[in-house]
């Protein structure tokens, strides 16, 4: 097969955002560049690699195992490129994903005491959806991610093999409201109450779920925020200009003005936070990292 290594790096791309269009954006291509590339992939391999789907583009098995063999190929041309510039990294270096709240309360106190077990070992960081940070796990953008899940807690995605999962925590869901008018002075609501309140919710797609209002609420909510910044949602809620759900995890970090509601009247909503990385035996410095998330989770 004659296949480029900017082939493979669209390939990649691809399997993480789960569209050609989410991967020229992030790539910097035109859409029909990635499309080509995408073409010329399935000619050299003798197959087909991507499955259409309505909600997005996902690899065929075949195309799945060209992804694990492009892994490895870029993983070694970056090696090589370090070597050869003489900017080979002094540390090891571990590329974490985090859900989109559990930074600002899992993160700090791991890297602390990682600093502290395992200095020699470097973490980088991005933020995404569960549904993202699966993609980026598979398609080797990152190498471990804090993931959550809901009852029934069902497998993480489809593919095979199965991701290997560890649970750190379980945490209750709750809402976040203003401390002062409607709610004020109160720890619990009943979910009837919330029916016509305002909401604060990450916006959802095709391929992202709705964050930030109540599931299961009756009838359709009334969302008159969209954010996707955790400090944007939860400082809209001190001011006064709605509520949103957030793991009770976050009580120590929440900003002044913020009130945390037990939900009543419906079904108790836990989240279980899990580290996730592919199947097979850990590099030290993985397992180090999920030793740190785990004592501090």
Same mark, same amino acid.
């Given at each position: 097969?004659?296949?480029?290594?900017?082939?493979?790096?669209?390939?990649?791309?691809?399997?993480?955002?789960?569209? *050609?269009?989410?991967?020229?954006?992030?790539?910097?291509?035109?859409?029909?560049?990635?499309?080509?590339?995408?073409?010329?992939?399935?000619?050299?391999?003798?197959?087909?690699?991507?499955?259409?789907?309505?909600?997005?583009?996902? #690899?065929?098995?075949?195309?799945?195992?060209?992804?694990?063999?492009?892994?490895?190929?870029?993983?070694?041309?970056?090696?090589?490129?370090?070597?050869?510039? =003489?900017?080979?990294?002094?540390?090891?270096?571990?590329?974490?994903?985090?859900?989109?709240?559990?930074?600002?309360?899992?993160?700090?106190?791991?890297?602390?005491?990682?600093?502290?077990?395992?200095?020699?070992?470097?973490?980088?960081?991005?933020?995404?959806?569960?549904?993202?940070?699966?993609?980026?796990?598979?398609?080797?953008?990152?190498?471990?991610?804090?993931?959550?899940?809901?009852?029934?807690?069902?497998?993480?995605?489809?593919?095979?093999?199965?991701?290997?999962?560890?649970?750190?925590?379980?945490?209750?869901?709750?809402?976040?409201?203003?401390?002062? =008018?409607? *709610?004020?002075?109160?720890?619990?609501?009943?979910?009837?109450?919330?029916?016509?309140?305002?909401?604060?919710?990450?916006?959802?797609?095709?391929?992202?779920?709705?964050?930030?209002?109540?599931?299961?609420?009756?009838?359709?909510?009334?969302?008159?925020?969209?954010?996707?910044?955790?400090?944007?949602?939860?400082?809209?809620?001190?001011? =006064? *200009?709605?509520?949103?759900?957030?793991?009770?995890?976050?009580?120590?970090?929440?900003?002044?003005?913020?009130?945390?509601?037990?939900?009543?009247?419906?079904?108790?909503?836990?989240?279980?936070? #899990?580290?996730?990385?592919?199947?097979?035996?850990?590099?030290?410095?993985?397992?180090?990292?999920?030793?740190?998330?785990?004592?501090?989770?």
């Amino acid at each position: 097969m004659d296949i480029s290594s900017t082939g493979l790096r669209v390939l990649r791309q691809i399997a993480e955002s789960g569209s *050609f269009t989410a991967a020229a954006t992030r790539l910097g291509y035109t859409q029909s560049a990635v499309s080509r590339q995408a073409a010329s992939l399935e000619r050299s391999a003798g197959t087909a690699l991507f499955e259409r789907h309505p909600d997005g583009v996902r #690899l065929t098995p075949a195309g799945l195992t060209l992804l694990r063999h492009a892994r490895t190929i870029l993983d070694c041309l970056t090696a090589a490129e370090r070597d050869l510039t =003489g900017t080979g990294p002094r540390t090891e270096l571990v590329r974490l994903g985090l859900f989109l709240s559990a930074g600002a309360a899992l993160l700090p106190p791991s890297l602390t005491r990682l600093a502290a077990t395992d200095p020699q070992i470097t973490v980088t960081t991005t933020e995404g959806t569960t549904p993202s940070l699966i993609r980026a796990l598979r398609a080797g953008s990152i190498d471990l991610a804090v993931l959550t899940s809901r009852p029934p807690h069902r497998p993480l995605d489809g593919e095979s093999p199965r991701l290997h999962a560890e649970t750190v925590a379980d945490t209750e869901l709750v809402v976040a409201a203003p401390s002062t =008018g409607e *709610f004020a002075g109160r720890t619990a609501v009943h979910v009837d109450e919330l029916v016509d309140a305002p909401w604060v919710a990450t916006p959802a797609s095709r391929s992202e779920p709705l964050l930030g209002v109540w599931p299961g609420l009756p009838g359709r909510p009334r969302i008159v925020h969209r954010a996707r910044d955790w400090l944007t949602k939860l400082q809209l809620v001190a001011g =006064g *200009f709605g509520v949103t759900t957030v793991p009770l995890r976050l009580s120590p970090v929440l900003p002044p003005g913020v009130s945390l509601l037990h939900v009543e009247g419906a079904p108790p909503e836990v989240r279980r936070i #899990l580290v996730a990385r592919l199947p097979g035996r850990p590099a030290p410095a993985i397992s180090a990292v999920t030793r740190a998330i785990a004592s501090t989770a």
